[in-house]
Structures are given as structure tokens and as C-alpha cells.
């Protein structure tokens, strides 16, 4: 079977992968998050992820999608659980539930991160409760009960389901998850307008245009477009695509080894990509 994830960095899952596990390590009694608040502002997330969070806004982003307390959340890919440590901690404090569609554990590249991410979870049940680890892949089946699900979330992930031509799949499953009324949250790399099409998603960057269309073919309406989390200093125009800018911070092709001389410097400054945030409503049935 095809690598489900092409454009994935591997420096990225195996840092990630080392993350989760030094954080099992972690005290276990962190309170209750009962607001959004609190959960983006727990103790228990990585000093190295809330140094993030001036590019991501995880605080406002959540507020625009509308997650509130109680609901049943569906978060594809999670990857090394950024935005999971905010969520899932959130959900068990206020009756909640929340949903992990990984990556399929049975692929070699992301086994470790998705083995580390679960351990986590499982080993801190009094900070994410119980949460449900499902799969989203070619051969996968349902990511949560058909119409049990108030949010479904999308995060930076699009391009990578272009590549492996999952993009469709993820909006139709997304779609059967969700209650009448429920939302799809998209956050993406948002390519040039003007730009060439790519039908692969490349660079990392993928058509605002082009993700409302495979949401409304799904059946989606949209609802607002925030620009939380826009960028106008990047340019899109970098030697290894997207991953030239942090966190990856890519120095070379994709396989080979890192190049220290590779200056930094430039991709720093401008920070972590521009991303289209969108809001997407359950408000119709999916396209024959």
C-alpha cells in the first residue's frame, strides 16, 4: 500500500514521536479545564507547543468553529496532539467526547507516533478521560458513529490527503460523522489565488477555492472564513515548499539528511505559513 502520507516530514513524526513519549512521564493531577480558557492555558501542554500558539491561536480558532462544552468532537490525524492536549482535556472535564481519527497504525512510517500518541492518552485518563481512537485511511471504516458528532476538524491536513487522494474520502466520512447542523472546521496552508493548480498539493499549499468545493460536493454549506490565523509575510516561493517554514524548518529534500548549513534565518522571521480557517455547516445531503 502507497504511504497514506507522503508529505509528511520524517523529522517531524520521529520529533513528535520523542515528544509524547517524554511527556508520558508527565503529573497526572492538572484540575478540571471547564472552559476554553483554562484547556489552552493548562499546564500540561509542552512548553514548546504554547510557544506556538501566536501563529496558531488556538484559543480564538476554537471560539470560531464554536466547540462547546459537552460536545462530541472528531479530530482527523491529530499527529502529535497539539491541538488534542487542548480539546481532549476540555471534553473530559465538561461530559464530553472526543474522537482520534490517526493515521492507520499498520504503516511502518507513522506506527511510532501514532503508538506514542495513544499511550499518552491512555496512560493520563483523569486529564483526556476515555477518549475513542479510531483510523482514517484508504481501507478504513467509520471515524465516529454516523451523526453522533457536533465537530469534525481538519487540521493542516488536506494536502497531505490530496497526495495520497484521500481529500474526497475525509469530507464524505466527516460528513456521515456529524449530526444535522454540526460543524467542519478546516485549517489549512492556503495557496496563492493567482497560482498554478496542483492537484498533488506539492508545496503544502492547497486552493482556498478548491477546499470549499470538495466540502460542498460533500454536502457541506459554508458558513464564515476567518482570517485568524492568515500570514501576508509568507510567500509561498520556498525551496522545500511549506516545510521550509517552522516548525518543520526543512533544510533539504524529503529523505535526505539535513543540511546544516542551510541558513534559517529568512523562513524564521516569517513565521508559520498563511492558513485559511473555514467553517463548514452540515446543512444538506451529500452529492450523488
Request: hydrophobic letters at 40%.
Given at each position: 500500500?502507497?504511504?497514506?502520507?507522503?508529505?509528511?516530514?520524517r523529522?517531524?513524526?520521529?520529533?513528535?514521536?520523542?515528544?509524547?513519549?517524554?511527556?508520558?512521564?508527565?503529573?497526572?493531577?492538572?484540575?478540571t479545564?471547564?472552559?476554553?480558557?483554562?484547556?489552552?492555558?493548562?499546564?500540561?501542554r509542552?512548553?514548546?507547543?504554547?510557544?506556538?500558539?501566536?501563529w496558531?491561536?488556538?484559543?480564538?480558532?476554537?471560539?470560531?468553529w464554536?466547540?462547546?462544552?459537552?460536545?462530541?468532537?472528531?479530530?482527523f490525524?491529530p499527529?502529535?496532539?497539539?491541538?488534542?492536549?487542548?480539546?481532549?482535556p476540555?471534553?473530559?472535564?465538561t461530559?464530553?467526547r472526543?474522537y482520534?481519527?490517526d493515521?492507520?497504525?499498520s504503516?511502518?512510517?507513522?506506527?511510532?507516533?501514532?503508538?506514542?500518541y495513544?499511550?499518552?492518552?491512555h496512560?493520563?485518563p483523569?486529564?483526556?478521560?476515555?477518549?475513542?481512537?479510531?483510523?482514517?485511511?484508504?481501507?478504513?471504516g467509520?471515524?465516529?458513529?454516523?451523526?453522533?458528532?457536533?465537530?469534525?476538524?481538519?487540521?493542516?491536513?488536506i494536502?497531505n490527503?490530496?497526495?495520497?487522494?484521500?481529500?474526497e474520502?475525509?469530507f464524505?466520512?466527516?460528513?456521515?460523522?456529524?449530526?444535522?447542523?454540526?460543524?467542519?472546521?478546516?485549517?489549512?496552508?492556503?495557496a496563492?489565488?493567482?497560482?498554478?493548480?496542483?492537484?498533488?498539493?506539492s508545496?503544502?499549499?492547497?486552493?482556498q477555492?478548491?477546499?470549499?468545493?470538495?466540502?460542498?460536493?460533500?454536502?457541506?454549506?459554508l458558513?464564515?472564513?476567518?482570517?485568524?490565523?492568515?500570514?501576508?509575510?509568507?510567500?509561498?516561493?520556498?525551496p522545500?515548499?511549506?516545510w521550509?517554514?517552522?516548525?518543520v524548518?526543512?533544510?533539504?529534500?524529503p529523505?535526505?539528511?539535513?543540511?546544516?548549513?542551510f541558513?534559517?534565518?529568512?523562513?524564521?522571521?516569517?513565521?508559520?505559513?498563511?492558513?485559511?480557517?473555514?467553517?463548514?455547516?452540515?446543512?444538506?445531503?451529500?452529492?450523488?
Amino acid at each position: 500500500m502507497a504511504n497514506p502520507h507522503p508529505n509528511f516530514a520524517r523529522r517531524g513524526l520521529l520529533l513528535g514521536a520523542a515528544a509524547l513519549s517524554a511527556c508520558s512521564g508527565r503529573p497526572k493531577a492538572f484540575g478540571t479545564p471547564r472552559t476554553l480558557d483554562a484547556a489552552v492555558n493548562g499546564a500540561w501542554r509542552a512548553p514548546a507547543d504554547r510557544v506556538r500558539d501566536r501563529w496558531r491561536h488556538p484559543l480564538e480558532t476554537l471560539r470560531f468553529w464554536g466547540l462547546k462544552p459537552g460536545e462530541a468532537v472528531v479530530e482527523f490525524w491529530p499527529g502529535a496532539g497539539w491541538y488534542t492536549d487542548i480539546i481532549a482535556p476540555f471534553l473530559a472535564a465538561t461530559g464530553g467526547r472526543f474522537y482520534a481519527a490517526d493515521l492507520d497504525p499498520s504503516d511502518a512510517e507513522g506506527r511510532e507516533m501514532v503508538e506514542a500518541y495513544r499511550r499518552r492518552l491512555h496512560e493520563n485518563p483523569e486529564l483526556y478521560g476515555k477518549p475513542q481512537l479510531t483510523a482514517f485511511s484508504a481501507a478504513s471504516g467509520s471515524v465516529a458513529p454516523a451523526g453522533s458528532v457536533d465537530l469534525a476538524l481538519f487540521l493542516r491536513n488536506i494536502h497531505n490527503w490530496m497526495a495520497a487522494g484521500l481529500a474526497e474520502k475525509a469530507f464524505s466520512e466527516a460528513f456521515a460523522a456529524l449530526k444535522p447542523g454540526g460543524v467542519l472546521g478546516v485549517e489549512e496552508h492556503r495557496a496563492d489565488p493567482a497560482g498554478m493548480p496542483d492537484v498533488m498539493a506539492s508545496s503544502g499549499y492547497v486552493p482556498q477555492a478548491y477546499v470549499v468545493q470538495l466540502a460542498k460536493e460533500a454536502g457541506f454549506t459554508l458558513a464564515a472564513a476567518s482570517e485568524v490565523n492568515a500570514n501576508p509575510k509568507d510567500t509561498r516561493d520556498y525551496p522545500f515548499g511549506v516545510w521550509t517554514l517552522p516548525p518543520v524548518r526543512r533544510s533539504s529534500p524529503p529523505g535526505q539528511r539535513d543540511d546544516p548549513s542551510f541558513d534559517h534565518t529568512t523562513y524564521d522571521i516569517i513565521g508559520e505559513s498563511d492558513r485559511m480557517t473555514l467553517k463548514f455547516v452540515k446543512s444538506g445531503l451529500p452529492h450523488a
